[in-house]
């Protein structure tokens, strides 16, 4: 048996916001779109959109306690009218309320961890046939899952994020000066790494730094006491416009710690595999990394410069090192090259749709 008509890919999230999840679905559905006959979204709405797109289903939510089960319990009844031939799903508590249309679940952290429903959901889809089995974004993920569902014998199969090709407008540059610009782009989530690039700004005023995402008022105070005059906030920039900063940039920083809070509980630091490790990689940026295993899957030592999480002397090492502008440009080349070869959203799309017609044909 194959995938032969009708993909449904269900996320519990809200597809026109600026989070990592919604920017994920929103890159990946065009190439499912392409490679399948026919390609239907499920997800919650924002409230606000009249005009959804054909194909695309949603569940409105009212904000109170008791939403996760009345979020269940629509997306049930949504699943009866859409009836796909199968459902690849960003939410992990889909095997509760499905019991009878084959499924792929995405997972990117540890969210067997997250409670009761969720164990009870990884336990509902390990035991059941409608489950084809895993896709995790990172191989930590994998070993953990392993680890917690040794008797398991569901396929869990690792396929990296990626990131768009970049307009045929962008042309990356390798100048040689003094005062380089640095960015870092994304979010400010303790643990992201503001903890390292404020203090590494106050290090060298002699560069730029600039921060592309939307700061808390925390961060912005705290570039406001430190009198940081070499920080420049961008703000939230589109993915459509994105290249044009990329354009005056020299080198990206990826200095996530080994805690990543995102929430009150959640803790991604070990899973964690940024979107924008990919899309500095596409626009062919040299890299300084912090030294983590989980960034060590896609990225060594012909691509980034790693420097410790919490040691900032390293950082500065490293960006000295990439004053020269002929090893800012080979390892920008070789990162693009790796990117184009493994990382696209076309190639994910292909990687998805091989393990679904592969578990289906078992």
Not at 105 to 129: C, P, R, T
Not at 195 to 207: C, K
Not at 236 to 250: L, T
Request: aromatic share 8%; proline share 5%; hydrophobic share 40%.
């Amino acid at each position: 048996m194959k995938l032969n008509e009708h993909l449904l890919f269900l996320t519990d999230g809200v597809i026109s916001s600026n989070r990592a999840s919604a920017i994920h679905v929103r890159n990946l559905l065009p190439h499912l779109k392409t490679n399948t006959k026919k390609l239907s979204l499920l997800s919650q709405s924002d409230g606000v959109s009249k005009n959804l797109e054909e194909g695309h289903f949603t569940v409105s939510i009212p904000s109170y306690k008791g939403k996760l089960i009345l979020l269940l319990l629509k997306i049930r009844g949504q699943l009866k009218r859409i009836n796909p031939e199968v459902i690849y799903s960003r939410f992990v508590l889909l095997p509760l309320i499905n019991k009878q249309i084959p499924y792929v679940v995405e997972l990117h952290d540890d969210a067997w961890n997250k409670g009761f429903l969720y164990k009870m959901a990884f336990q509902n889809a390990i035991g059941s046939n409608s489950c084809l089995g895993f896709v995790g974004i990172t191989e930590k993920i994998k070993e953990d899952f392993r680890i917690e569902f040794p008797t398991s014998k569901k396929s869990i199969v690792v396929i990296p994020d990626a990131a768009n090709v970049p307009s045929v407008d962008y042309v990356p540059s390798y100048k040689k000066q003094t005062r380089l610009n640095i960015a870092y782009v994304g979010s400010f989530h303790q643990g992201k790494g503001i903890e390292v690039i404020l203090p590494l700004a106050e290090a060298m005023p002699e560069h730029t730094f600039i921060l592309i995402g939307e700061p808390s008022s925390i961060v912005t105070t705290k570039i406001q006491d430190r009198n940081l005059n070499n920080v420049e906030l961008k703000g939230f920039v589109s993915q459509r416009d994105i290249w044009k900063e990329m354009m005056n940039i020299d080198i990206c920083l990826l200095p996530n710690q080994a805690d990543v809070r995102t929430g009150k509980k959640s803790n991604i630091g070990k899973y964690t595999s940024p979107l924008k490790m990919f899309e500095y990689m596409s626009y062919s940026k040299p890299i300084i990394a912090s030294d983590l295993p989980v960034l060590k899957e896609v990225l060594d030592g012909k691509i980034a410069i790693f420097a410790a999480p919490d040691n900032i002397h390293e950082w500065i090492q490293a960006i000295n090192e990439l004053s020269s502008p002929e090893k800012r440009e080979a390892l920008g080349q070789r990162a693009y090259l790796r990117f184009i070869e493994n990382y696209t959203w076309e190639k994910r799309s292909e990687r998805i749709l091989a393990f679904i017609n592969e578990q289906l044909e078992k």
